[in-house]
């Protein structure tokens, strides 16, 4: 599975974004799918997640609830992430990652085997 993440980039703090993982090597269909961003300074950390596209579960951190959205297009193999209301907070490299079956849906850092090569988001105040 190979993975590519774009749709990075300036914003003002309000403001709107949205994030595309394209995938290919396999249908994702069959795979978990998560968000992570890494700030300066800090860990990576978890964002947002989907379960297979049977399931349909999305699971997503209190610190981007009510704000960020994922979503799915299985025809184009293609996951998003819609974020709204953006603060300072939220400046970070952001990566996508699929799994099969991971152990810890939240901890994509841990548990997922593929990765994307991540994206820039920055957030101005």
């Given at each position: 599975v190979?993975?590519?993440?774009?749709?990075?980039?300036?914003?003002q703090a309000g403001g709107s974004l949205?994030?595309?993982?394209?995938?290919?090597?396999?249908?994702?269909?069959?795979?978990?799918?998560?968000?992570?961003?890494?700030?300066?300074?800090?860990?990576?950390?978890f964002v947002a997640a989907s379960s297979p596209a049977g399931?349909?579960?999305?699971?997503?951190?209190?610190?981007?609830?009510?704000r960020f959205t994922i979503s799915r297009d299985g025809a184009k193999n293609t996951v998003y992430l819609q974020m709204s209301s953006l603060n300072a907070e939220d400046t970070a490299v952001y990566y996508c990652a699929a799994d099969v079956s991971p152990a810890r849906v939240r901890c994509p850092q841990y548990e997922y085997d593929y990765w994307g090569q991540g994206t820039l988001v920055t957030v101005s105040s």
């Open positions: 190979q993975l590519q993440a774009s749709g990075g980039g300036l914003v949205r994030l595309s993982c394209a995938g290919s090597g396999r249908t994702f269909s069959e795979y978990f799918m998560a968000w992570s961003r890494q700030a300066p300074r800090k860990e990576r950390e399931s349909r579960i999305d699971y997503y951190a209190d610190s981007v609830k009510g």
